[in-house]
């Protein structure tokens, strides 16, 4: 089993619809759950970080963490074109700052 | 922007050769990791440094190496390259203070080992 699973897509969603990417982790130290965005060629770039079981809204993101469930999402409300990019799930479990990254959701927003 | 710079940002070497890879981070982040990204597969950790101590490492073998220097410069060296080195190598950086333990990604170095 892998320590951070997601869907390796590509999933597609229509112009304005709602894109949900999911993640789960197998380590239930997990404190620190982050998502990155990486457009092709490109380094990732943090989008949202979440810590507690519940929801968090940034914008259009809603990052959303069930820890009993091992389950982390992201929405992405009024899909747009330019959010078509690979979206990476990382986890963060006990001290240091290892981070450990699913493959990646290639994210598709079609007009 | 992150503040993080790395050069080069593409690289071509031969198997066998040794390469330096290069980031330089923001004043005050002491914290800074090094992951390695193949193509389709998500980061892997290589190793972590805090005031130019290595202080965390993941499952590469000891021919991936590193240095801090106290001007939040560091450095990536690699030596008996191999094919499957071929890969984006990232460095992050953190700052030491703050609520949160995000870590922001420079814009890596392609290394393609032919």
């Known amino acids: 089993q892998k320590e951070v699973e997601q869907n390796s897509g590509p999933l597609s969603v229509p112009e304005g619809a709602i894109a949900s990417l999911n993640c789960t982790y197998s380590?239930?130290?997990?404190?620190?759950f982050f998502w990155y965005r990486q457009y092709s060629g490109k380094s990732p770039e943090l989008i949202m970080f979440?810590?507690?079981?519940g929801d968090k809204e940034d914008g259009r993101f809603t990052a959303q963490l069930n820890k009993a469930s091992q389950y982390v999402s992201l929405l992405i409300r009024d899909s747009q074109p330019s959010d078509s990019a690979t979206y990476l799930c990382?986890?963060?479990?006990?001290?240091?700052?290892?981070?450990?990254f699913g493959t990646g959701t290639q994210l598709k927003v079609e007009l | 922007e992150t503040g993080v710079t790395q050069s080069p940002t593409h690289l071509i070497k031969t198997r066998g050769q040794q390469v330096t890879l290069r980031c330089s981070s923001q004043?005050?982040?002491?914290?800074v990791s090094w992951y390695q990204q193949a193509l389709g597969q998500g980061p892997q950790f290589i190793f972590q440094?805090?005031?130019?101590?290595?202080?965390g490492r993941g499952n590469f073998p000891p021919r991936f190496s590193g240095l801090q220097f106290p001007n939040y410069s560091s450095e990536l060296n690699v030596n008996a390259l191999e094919l499957d080195d071929s890969a984006l190598y990232l460095c992050?950086?953190?700052?030491?203070?703050?609520?949160?333990?995000?870590?922001?990604f420079g814009p890596g170095t392609r290394l393609t080992v032919l």
């Open positions: 992050a950086s953190k700052g030491d203070f703050g609520l949160t333990d995000t870590q922001y």
């Open positions: 380590d239930r130290g997990s404190q620190s």
């Open positions: 979440i810590y507690s079981n």
């Open positions: 990382a986890v963060k479990a006990g001290g240091g700052n290892k981070l450990t």
């Open positions: 004043s005050g982040h002491n914290t």
């Open positions: 440094y805090y005031r130019e101590e290595e202080n």
